[in-house]
């Protein structure tokens, strides 16, 4: 059994890591968060010691560090701008990170990290669930094969998802692009990881649109031309959903051929920290691809809608 902490257990998805924690028969022995709306330690750890002040919780990481309660792993579930500090908070505690997408906001972070491993001799592990997905990895295969017989095969994808926020979301952090990098960084970075994964490295990164509540582009990799769609704003979700009450939309063309994957996200946390325990974990050269093509497109200059784009773009311009 390992020791667990955690930083950040007051947000929005630490219950997946609790319960993967728990899934995966180890112990959660304290947690950190600003807000002390934690009620959900009850259904899991109840036993854990919990801090508002991080120098009271780092002190008590210290005083476990010659006893049987030594922080085996540290599981950072924090707003995105606080990662590169929370992993650092874990290497140096002598303990090996687990984070949450995005890893960090910008490249210099990897290469910095890089360093600290090396120092501290332990490791950063990313979530980057969609890779654990049964039917992403089925599709990975399958291109995989057909590329053994087709080097130069090219194909077409569309990206699009939208999941509806509320005005809240533009009051958070989440709305502050210095902390959150952004709509692509927010909600688009695990689906970046997925198809350069699968089809290859950036060649060529194009955005058409990029509004705090929506940001478009078109991507060429190695073996796909991609045309994306990122938003949060309700109004741009097709009717046909809108009449089923639903207020996500997600979908994966290749070739005009849907890839299914709207469910069999439930255990995926659960993979992620069994595959970590193996030794089997994504680590920081995991990360790069994604974390540049984010990084890229918060700088890049806005290019006008020709060529290829995505569709829904008409539905913001």
């Not at 599981?75 to 140096?92: G, K, S, W």
């Not at 501290?120 to 053994?148: P, S």
């Not at 952090?173 to 959150?180: A, H, P, Q, R, Y």
């Not at 309700?234 to 009450?245: G, L, N, S």
Request: aromatic letters at 12%.
């Amino acid at each position: 059994m390992k020791n667990f902490a955690m930083i950040g257990v007051g947000g929005y998805i630490a219950p997946r890591h609790l319960k993967a924690i728990k899934d995966t028969g180890n112990e959660l022995v304290c947690a950190l968060d600003k807000n002390d709306s934690v009620g959900i330690m009850d259904s899991f750890f109840p036993e854990a010691s919990f801090f508002t002040e991080f120098e009271r919780f780092d002190r008590h990481l210290y005083k476990l560090h010659n006893t049987d309660k030594k922080i085996d792993y540290i599981a950072v579930t924090t707003p995105n701008y606080l990662h590169d500090a929370h992993i650092r908070c874990a290497l140096r505690n002598g303990a090996d990170a687990i984070c949450e997408k995005p890893l960090v906001l910008n490249l210099k972070n990897i290469d910095q990290l890089e360093t600290l491993e090396k120092e501290t001799g332990k490791k950063v592990h990313n979530i980057l669930q969609l890779r654990l997905h049964e039917n992403i990895i089925a599709l990975k295969k399958r291109v995989d094969e057909e590329l053994k017989q087709n080097p130069n095969k090219i194909y077409d994808i569309d990206l699009t998802y939208l999941t509806s926020r509320g005005k809240w979301y533009f009051i958070s952090w989440k709305g502050d692009e210095s902390k959150s990098g952004g709509i692509a960084t927010n909600i688009g970075v695990h689906f970046f990881d997925m198809i350069t994964w699968i089809f290859g490295s950036v060649k060529q990164n194009i955005v058409h649109l990029k509004k705090p509540d929506a940001n478009a582009g078109y991507l060429e990799l190695e073996h796909a031309r991609v045309r994306w769609f990122l938003s949060v704003n309700y109004d741009y979700i097709p009717d046909d959903i809108k009449a089923k009450a639903q207020r996500t939309y997600r979908s994966i063309t290749v070739d005009g051929n849907e890839i299914e994957f709207s469910g069999g996200f439930f255990d995926l946390h659960t993979k992620s920290y069994e595959a970590i325990l193996k030794g089997n974990g994504f680590g920081l050269d995991t990360a790069r691809k994604s974390v540049g093509l984010v990084s890229y497109v918060r700088n890049a200059e806005i290019s006008s809608l020709t060529g290829d784009y995505h569709e829904f773009c008409k539905k913001v311009l």
